[in-house]
């Protein structure tokens, strides 16, 4: 099954978002030396997302196809790891210079109820979010359909405080899934995956 594979594969992580976050502990997917991330072998197709953006535009996975894509899942009002999350990733896209017009960054929501467009505008000016970086949001019925498929658990258990799995899923041009991250993921370990799947991929 899905779940049981990628709670084995990334230690996951109940990101707190109030409380603290595990990080990795055991694997049974093939680590090789050259990610910085936990690599998947073999690699496994990304679920879909058909979500939309703050401005009601439509964003879907599959659109993508042809970009590297690093699909999260955050809430705007989070105190703390969704923060350091979107700011490893935004900092990652920053680092990749010219490269980053072929990455994208689709954050999907963990919390329907408060993460409403106006939030998200505000969050993406306080974070100096890159146009790389695109927060969606649906109703809670679009955005369980994501969850479900990526394994994600959601519970909103006061307000604005939301318990929610955190990790970070590196898709490849193809869509499969080549590398997973935890709540932890550092831009540094972005960077060197991403140029690293740039190098096999680019042309001979």
Request: glycine fraction near 6%.
């Amino acid at each position: 099954m899905r779940c049981a594979w990628l709670l084995v594969a990334t230690g996951l992580l109940v990101a707190g978002c109030g409380s603290s976050s595990a990080g990795p502990t055991t694997t049974t997917t093939t680590h090789t030396r050259t990610f910085a991330g936990n690599a998947l072998t073999p690699p496994r197709t990304a679920p879909p997302i058909v979500l939309r953006d703050a401005e009601g535009k439509p964003v879907t996975l599959a659109a993508q196809r042809g970009r590297y894509v690093l699909v999260t899942f955050l809430y705007t009002h989070c105190p703390d790891v969704c923060p350091l999350i979107a700011a490893n990733l935004n900092q990652a896209v920053r680092q990749l210079g010219p490269s980053a017009r072929d990455v994208r960054v689709l954050a999907v929501s963990v919390d329907p109820k408060g993460d409403t467009p106006a939030a998200v505008h505000a969050y993406t000016r306080a974070k100096h979010l890159v146009p790389q970086f695109e927060y969606l949001i649906g109703t809670a019925a679009q955005l369980r359909r994501v969850w479900a498929a990526y394994d994600v658990l959601a519970v909103s258990r006061k307000a604005d405080l939301v318990d929610h799995i955190a990790y970070t899923a590196l898709v490849d041009p193809s869509g499969r899934e080549r590398v997973l991250y935890d709540a932890h993921v550092r831009a540094r370990q972005v960077v060197h995956d991403l140029h690293l799947l740039m190098r096999r991929e680019a042309p001979a």
